[in-house]
Structures are given as C-alpha cells and as structure tokens.
C-alpha cells in the first residue's frame, strides 16, 4: 500500500491543522492505521492509532484530548485533526499502516507502509 500525507504547514499556538493520509493499491480496511512525528535530533514517537474499522483508537498523553484520529474506509483516507497546537507540537507527520497486533500498534516498528511525511510548524 502506497501512502501520502498532506496538510502540513505553519500555524501559530492554539491553532488548528487536520492532516490527511490517502492510501493507494489496497483497502485500508485491513490495516490498523497511525500517525506519528519526528521533531528535529529526535526519534519517531508515536502520536494517534485507530482500529482497522475506526471504533477504537489511541492517543499519546501528551496529544489527548488535543488530537483526534479518524478514518473512512470508503475513501481509503485517514485524518488527524490537532487542535490547541503548541510549539512543540513541531515536527514532520507521517501516516502508516500496520498488519501488526493491537497491543503493538503505539510502537514504530509495528508498522509496514510509511508516508513521505508532511511537516507541521507552530510558533509561540
């Protein structure tokens, strides 16, 4: 499955962004699907995870109730709608799918198919 996220750019805090992730080649119905960050000098953390059919997902501490993960199926799309933004909430966003299990789909390495990244920059 191919992967592209869009809807980066540069906001200032306390505004929003919603990323988008369109999948191309498979269904995404098959694949938990998540979106995560790299901040420049630091590693891939996981952000926001959704269950293959979109009933359940998760979120790291330091986004929820800020951020929300959501899909359509249909479209193959995957969403992140990131709301309240802080300046270190900077950094490059990547969409990925995993065929993973759900106990593993917070970690990178759970993960098959990656987007090229879309970068989010907000200022204080």
């Known amino acids: 499955v191919q992967l592209q996220a869009s809807g980066g750019g540069s906001v200032q805090a306390g505004g929003s962004l919603r990323l988008s992730c369109v999948a191309s080649?498979?269904?995404?119905?098959?694949?938990?699907m998540g979106w995560f960050r790299q901040a420049p000098g630091k590693e891939r953390e996981f952000v926001a995870a959704?269950?293959?059919?979109?009933?359940?997902?998760y979120y790291a501490d330091s986004v929820k109730g800020r951020f929300t993960i959501s899909r359509d199926n249909a479209k193959n799309m995957v969403y992140l709608q990131m709301s309240s933004l802080k300046p270190e909430d900077t950094a490059v966003y990547y969409c990925?799918?995993?065929?993973?299990?759900?106990?593993?789909?917070?970690?990178?390495?759970?993960?098959?198919?990656w987007g090229q990244g879309t970068l989010v920059t907000v200022s204080s």
């Open positions: 990925a799918a995993s065929t993973s299990v759900l106990s593993a789909i917070q970690t990178v390495t759970a993960y098959n198919y």
């Open positions: 080649g498979r269904t995404l119905r098959n694949y938990y």
């Open positions: 959704s269950t293959r059919g979109g009933s359940g997902s």
